[in-house]
T-cell receptor, first 114, second 115 residues
Framework: AQSVTQLDSQVPVFEEAPVELRCNYSSSVSVYLFWYVQYPNQGLQLLLKYLSGSTLVKGINGFEAEFNKSQTSFHLRKPSVHISDTAEYFCAVSGPRGGGKLIFGQGTELSVKP | DSGVTQTPKHLITATGQRVTLRCSPRSGDLSVYWYQQSLDQGLQFLIQYYNGEERAKGNILERFSAQQFPDLHSELNLSSLELGDSALYFC??????????????FGEGSRLTVL
């Protein structure tokens, strides 16, 4: 079975500071990895995804993530955050034979302060 | 706008009642997924349909059922409602005719409050 652990439930950070949101996964088969963002009172929106190829993945809004197979991690980073990045961030995993469903972590609330 | 439409956006009902949530997937998407989001359980996968057939089942209670119709819209039926069923229910769609890309497209959710 696949599972996802997001190591921080809340991350407060000042505007223009760098941020890293941590995600570890567990799977006995090869995986696809995703980061989604949920702004208040909205649905989830894809930030970036890793299916194969380069382990450094760039997404929207200046975010990037690195797939590390040996550490089973997929941490999300941004070098300089903005107030508008305040949201809930979800790491998710699926597999080639998973039928497409995603298994989500518990979420990390990113709070950017001026 | 993801292209996934969910109705109603908000629903308030009483314990013991039954409700139906509706989802229209993105044009061309064949798969529909239902998720439940609550404070204590997070985002839980409930069930997936692909082109009218059930494809995968997650943590869906027996009181809940879903179906996908020939026009590909889907409905999630919740019955004998309990206070603990209060949550945000998301529908997502994927797998267009161009094939699997890994991405799910989410609607804005239906917020259910059971009093």
């Amino acid at each position: 079975a696949q599972s996802v652990t997001q190591l921080d439930s809340q991350v407060p950070v000042f505007e223009e500071a760098p941020v890293e949101l941590r995600c570890n996964y567990s799977s006995s088969v090869s995986v696809y990895l995703f980061w989604y963002v949920q702004y208040p009172n909205q649905g989830l929106q894809l930030l970036l995804k890793y299916l194969s190829g380069s382990t450094l993945v760039k997404g929207i809004n200046g975010f990037e993530a690195e797939f590390n197979k040996s550490q089973t991690s997929f941490h999300l980073r941004k070098p300089s955050v903005h107030i508008s990045d305040t949201a809930e961030y979800f790491c998710a995993v699926s597999g080639p034979r998973g039928g497409g469903k995603l298994i989500f972590g518990q979420g990390t609330e990113l709070s950017v302060k001026p | 706008d993801s292209g996934v439409t969910q109705t109603p956006k908000h629903l308030i009902t009483a314990t013991g009642q039954r409700v139906t949530l509706r989802c229209s997937p993105r044009s061309g998407d064949l798969s529909v997924y239902w998720y439940q989001q609550s404070l204590d359980q997070g985002l839980q996968f409930l069930i997936q349909y692909y082109n009218g057939e059930e494809r995968a089942k997650g943590n869906i209670l027996e009181r809940f059922s879903a179906q996908q119709f020939p026009d590909l819209h889907s409905e999630l039926n919740l019955s004998s409602l309990e206070l603990g069923d209060s949550a945000l229910y998301f529908c997502a769609s994927s797998v267009g005719t161009s094939g699997y890309t890994g991405e799910l497209f989410f609607g804005e959710g239906s917020r259910l409050t059971v009093l």
